[in-house]
T-cell receptor, first 114, second 114 residues
Framework: EADIYQTPRYLVIGTGKKITLECSQT?????MYWYQQDPGMELHLIHY???????EKGDLSSESTVSRIRTEHFPLTLESARPSHTSQYLC?????????????FGQGTRLTVV | AQSVTQPDIHITVSEGASLELRCNYS??????LFWYVQSPGQGLQLLLK??????LVQGIKGFEAEFKRSQSSFNLRKPSVHWSDAAEYFC????????????FGAGTRLFVKA
């Protein structure tokens, strides 16, 4: 059973607000990822991290930012939410000291910006 | 560039019938291949993976997949579908591009009719 948690599960927020989506894992994984998924669509990698103090932008451009101060924690922040940010955000982690490994996913945060 | 193609946006099968979901990948080196399943409103769960060795891979919930290098394919199969298998299925390839990342296909939604 994977131990990766995302909060909140659902969030409805007004335009212009600052929000932080939380993601934590207890598996000691060094790699963590954020994916954005619109309803019925594929997953797009927006951020990833290979360890503490390491963050990179993914394949899909995003106005969000991430930080990795602790191994187990990988929060995503939107400084000023807009309706175009409405989507599902999935956090994942993989690879405890291994280069190749499958990703374990959280249950996602469904964000609606009104 | 690495990519994954799932030709079928959606498939409908009768309960008890066999299932095959198609997946083609593009990757220059040895591929690391995955199938994930996503139930509505949930994160992704790993069904099976192929890293090396036997090209026929067994997974959870009675699923299997066969890696065919000559066809660049990794199709998912199940001999007898249950109503609880209705979900979205994602094929993915693991690639080393500045570190190990998982790249997903657009997904195939499976409908099961009684």
């Amino acid at each position: 059973e994977a131990d990766i948690y995302q909060t909140p599960r659902y969030l409805v927020i007004g335009t212009g607000k600052k929000i932080t989506l939380e993601c934590s894992q207890t598996m000691g994984h060094d790699k963590m990822y954020w994916y954005q998924q619109d309803p019925g669509m594929e997953l797009h990698l927006i951020h990833y991290s290979y360890g503490v103090n390491s963050t990179e932008k993914g394949d899909l451009s995003s106005e969000s930012t991430v930080s990795r101060i602790r191994t187990e924690h990988f929060p995503l922040t939107l400084e000023s939410a807009r309706p175009s940010h409405t989507s599902q955000y999935l956090c994942a982690s993989s690879g405890r000291r291994t280069a190749v490994a499958e990703a374990f996913f959280g249950q996602g945060t469904r964000l609606t910006v009104v | 560039a690495q990519s994954v193609t799932q030709p079928d946006i959606h498939i409908t099968v009768s309960e008890g019938a066999s299932l095959e979901l198609r997946c083609n990948y593009s990757y220059g080196a040895t591929p690391y291949l995955f199938w994930y399943v996503q139930s509505p409103g949930q994160g992704l769960q790993l069904l099976l993976k192929y890293f090396s060795g036997d090209t026929l891979v067994q997974g959870i919930k009675g699923f299997e997949a066969e890696f065919k290098r000559s066809q660049s394919s990794f199709n998912l199969r199940k001999p007898s579908v249950h109503w609880s298998d209705a979900a979205e299925y994602f094929c993915a390839v693991g690639a080393f591009t500045g570190g190990f990342k998982t790249i997903f296909g657009a997904g195939t939604r499976l409908f099961v009719k009684a």
